[in-house]
DNA sequence: TTCACACGGATTACACATAATCAAGTCATC
DNA sequence: GATGACTTGATTATGTGTAATCCGTGTGAA
């Protein structure tokens, strides 16, 4: 096993710093998240100048900033549009999903301490308990992916981790987990606590491997169901 | 096996069109791949729309796009840095290229064709007979994974790859391959098109992990001997 | 050491000029 | 009359310049 490394380096820190306030382009990538700038919309200077009050300059630098995260297409004198979320690019995301976290949680299986047990444990247990709020509930699992990721000293893949699962839900907003989604989801959550406790490395894999193929399985149903709705363009 | 997608999609593409003039921020990448821009130097408004010869807000539009792309960090009222590129990067990088490759490469066994393959021999018997250059065999190194991996569908996966290649790319332009290193690149890159060749998957993702481990070690070492020369500020 | 202050540079706002794009309409040709 | 090429005008992006403000850093005095 390789040697721990300082985990202090973030490539993609989502909020610059805590107290400060949030920088326009973090507004609006929590905006595009959110799915209130709705995927392959088109994104007008000006609007949004008007829309967040500010001059076109920082709009014009937040849009640069989310085309680099990939959030955001420009295309030289037309402008910038969200970036359409399609099939294609469900499946590609979720590829590389299931490489990072079964990168990442080969690295909990050994570093994940008894207090980060006891936090996932009581995050899940909130989870069970929640009924509707999507957002809630979208916040927690976050949470619980966190606690079970955040010690791992790659700060590239926990970024691009989280870069992906932003954008994830944001399609989440718009097609909630079904009841039976949502059972299987709490079942996998405590298999992967089961394996982190065990130190079962495959088994800890192959969860959590489950647990994001289940994901995008039920995004793409809910895509292909829904496909009047989110335009892309 | 998943079938196949339409590959027409990227996620970032390096020019966005082949004939137009290159944008600001791609011209500032490669200076800052090719180390013109030095890994960890200050980046200063002013005296970069001087050097460029543009004013002060394209300027800044390009940094904020490089800070996406991960190549520039950014902080409030405190201006641009060149993103330093130091050991514990290095080893997160390599870390993620390992993953990304083999899942690539998998795709390869099945849909490289056989005029890929001729195309691959091609090239590589281009870098055997390449002595020093290290800009060309860069060039060609880059060209030969791209004919590998350029048919894969996942448009995410070759972004962050060749993101990714471009930093390391700067990194070797300051620390050429050893020629016993050299040796050895070769020597993997024909085993690799021989387990195309073969479709011997396993053979295959051992291959291209050990090309990557390999690079990255020889960088790291690269690294610590010359630990003087990059100063990170 | 600590505080006040000045300076450099980033950040924002605004006004303006240029250029590209798109849509609608005109015109010529078949 | 229908089709396709061209013109025109509105819209918007893109680039420049200037001014005002804010913030971090270093300097020097108490």
């Known amino acids: 096993m390789r040697p721990e490394r300082d985990a202090s380096f973030d490539a993609d820190p989502v909020s610059s710093r805590e ?18 700038l709705p995927a392959g919309s088109r994104l ?28 955001v297409l420009l295309s030289r004198n037309r402008g910038a ?6 099939e294609h690019f469900v499946r590609n995301i979720f590829d590389i999903r299931v490489l990072i976290e ?14 980060d047990l006891r936090q996932m444990r009581e ?8 009924v509707g709020d999507q957002v809630e509930l979208d916040r927690l699992d976050e949470e619980f992916h ?17 870069r992906h699962g932003q954008v994830v839900h944001a399609l989440a907003m718009r097609y909630p987990a079904s009841p039976a989604r949502r059972v299987t989801q709490n079942a996998e959550h405590w298999a992967i606590v089961e394996a982190l406790e065990k130190h079962d490395e495959a088994a800890a894999v192959r969860v959590v ?3 994001a193929r ?19 363009f």
């Open 19 to 36: 107290s400060d306030p949030p920088s326009l382009h973090e507004v609006m990538r929590r905006d595009i998240v959110s799915g209130e």
């Open 44 to 71: 007008k200077t000006q609007e949004l100048a008007q829309r967040y009050g500010v001059s076109i300059n920082p709009v014009r630098e937040a849009l640069h900033q989310l085309s680099g995260e990939g959030f």
């Open 81 to 86: 549009r969200v970036r359409p979320l399609d």
């Open 102 to 115: 079964s990168y990442l949680v080969r690295f909990a299986i050994e570093h994940a301490t008894e207090a």
């Open 123 to 130: 995050i899940q247990r909130r989870i069970d308990d929640l």
């Open 146 to 162: 966190g606690v079970t990721y955040g010690r791992h000293f790659n700060g590239e893949a926990l970024a691009i981790r989280q």
């Open 209 to 211: 491997e489950q647990h």
């Open 214 to 232: 289940g994901a995008e399985r039920h995004l793409l149903e809910r895509l292909r169901q829904g496909s009047t709705t989110p335009k892309s």
